[in-house]
């Protein structure tokens, strides 16, 4: 079993800057992949990012290609999302995700949320113009 627990959300006005961390327990932070995906208010939950095991391959949603970048410290189980040049767009529940299978890192597969095992609770953040 793996637990989740996102934090760093909040409200901030377009064009600042947010960091979400994500903290896991439970099974070997590094034998899992990472992803963040976002949920607006009436949208479906989309894909944001994807990191493999060792950070060494990152997949972006096409909206936030040069604005955000996902990490991972594999030593302090945690996953990052700098959020830089934010948009009211932006705003949603984020929600950090781990997949526990290992296959090729493959975007077609860990931009899905049917790729992911286990998630957090999530964490809002709010952009206003």
């Known amino acids: 079993q793996v637990q989740l627990v996102e934090s760093g959300g909040g409200l901030l006005q377009a064009g600042g800057s947010l960091r979400l961390s994500c903290a896991a327990s439970?099974?070997?932070?590094?034998?899992?992949?990472m992803g963040w995906f976002r949920q607006a208010p009436g949208k479906e939950r989309e894909f944001v990012a994807a990191?493999?095991?060792?950070?060494?391959?990152?997949y972006y949603e096409d909206s936030v290609k040069g604005r955000f970048t996902i990490s991972r410290d594999n030593a302090n189980s945690t996953v990052y999302l700098q959020m830089n040049s934010l948009k009211p767009e932006d705003t949603a529940v984020y929600y950090c995700a781990a997949a526990t299978g290992r296959t090729n890192f493959r975007r077609s597969y860990y931009s899905s949320s049917t790729g992911y095992d286990y998630w957090g609770q999530g964490t809002q953040v709010s952009v206003s113009s």
């Open positions: 990191i493999s095991w060792g950070g060494a391959i990152t």
């Open positions: 439970g099974r070997t932070f590094s034998s899992y992949a």
